[in-house]
């Protein structure tokens, strides 16, 4: 396993806050998978992301990209925000100007690229996300949902090679939830490495294909979300919940199980009861 991000031992600790957010953080996210990062409200998921594109700086310990500890001079900042891309929890701290195609074009003016290839990728992705319709909309006027999907479209028309989402899909209705994750196996077919935290064990279930748990600042599990949801004491000692499919799966008779891993879709537990 190859990591594009690490972080060795990092300990972080707000300014003026007895606790540390981060207590000895040893991570790794693989390249090229779909990573969940969970963890019960406060175990610093979010400070891990501040970290990933060197807004916060580690008290101690270390953060490595691509094995190479990252700088954190003007250029060597530059070059990582290039590469790892970030979309906030709260879409209103992402988006600041009066409409989605600002917002776009803003980010990809920052890039220093040219104006027809910042009119060209900015079409692009606003086709492609299917945006058109709300491009030059005032950005007030959107939902809650359309705005986190402009938000993650300012993010991938940067091409980052690291994508961190922070709660992505956290109010997101279902048809928008499930519209957002294709865009994001989009994305990692197109070989970026996406990880986004996130409270919905049913996501990290049958999404990911890699799961790291935090709990108190540390890395408490980290492994394939079959092997980790199913080291179940732990997992609820933590204070998250099982996956539904998961815990229905657990809750058959075990020869209908015998034979198969647990299946992380519907479709494939309906494939496993009834195998054509
Ligand atoms: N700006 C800040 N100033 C002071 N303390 C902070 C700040 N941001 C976070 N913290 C503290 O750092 C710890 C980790 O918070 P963080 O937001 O990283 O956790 P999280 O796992 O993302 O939480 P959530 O699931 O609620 O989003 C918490 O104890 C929190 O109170």
């Not at 986190?148 to 993010?155: D, H, I, P, Q, S």
């Not at 492994?223 to 080291?231: C, D």
């Not at 015998?258 to 494939?268: D, T």
Request: aromatic share 6%.
């Amino acid at each position: 396993m190859k990591a594009i991000m690490e972080t060795e031992d990092v300990r972080y600790r707000y300014p003026g806050i007895g606790e540390e957010a981060l207590s000895g953080l040893s991570m790794q996210i693989p390249e090229g998978r779909k990573v969940a990062i969970c963890g019960a409200n406060g175990c610093g998921k979010s400070t891990l992301f501040l970290h990933a594109i060197g807004i916060l700086r580690p008290t101690s310990g270390r953060v490595k990209w691509r094995g190479q500890p990252v700088g954190y001079d003007r250029a060597s900042l530059g070059a990582l925000r290039r590469r790892v891309g970030l979309v906030f929890q709260d879409p209103e701290h992402q988006l600041i100007l009066n409409t989605p195609r600002e917002d776009i074009s803003y980010g990809l003016r920052n890039l220093g690229l040219a104006e027809a290839e910042i009119r060209e990728r900015a079409d692009r992705i606003v086709e492609k996300m299917g945006l058109a319709d709300l491009a030059g909309l005032p950005t007030h006027h959107l939902s809650l949902g359309q705005k986190k999907r402009v938000a993650l479209a300012g993010v991938l028309a940067l091409k980052p090679e690291l994508l961190l989402l922070d709660e992505a899909t956290a109010y997101l209705d279902r048809r928008s939830e499930r519209a957002l994750l294709a865009e994001l196996d989009d994305a990692c077919r197109r070989g970026v490495t996406v990880a986004m935290a996130t409270h919905d064990m049913n996501v990290a279930y049958s999404w990911a294909d890699w799961v790291l748990v935090m709990d108190k600042g540390r890395c408490a599990m980290a492994g394939p979300p079959h092997e980790v949801f199913s080291r179940e004491e732990e997992i609820q000692a933590l204070g998250l919940e099982l996956p539904l499919l998961y815990e229905v799966w657990k809750a058959m008779p075990e020869e209908l199980r015998a034979g198969f891993e647990s299946p992380r879709s519907l479709e494939a537990f309906k494939e496993a009861l009834n195998p054509v």
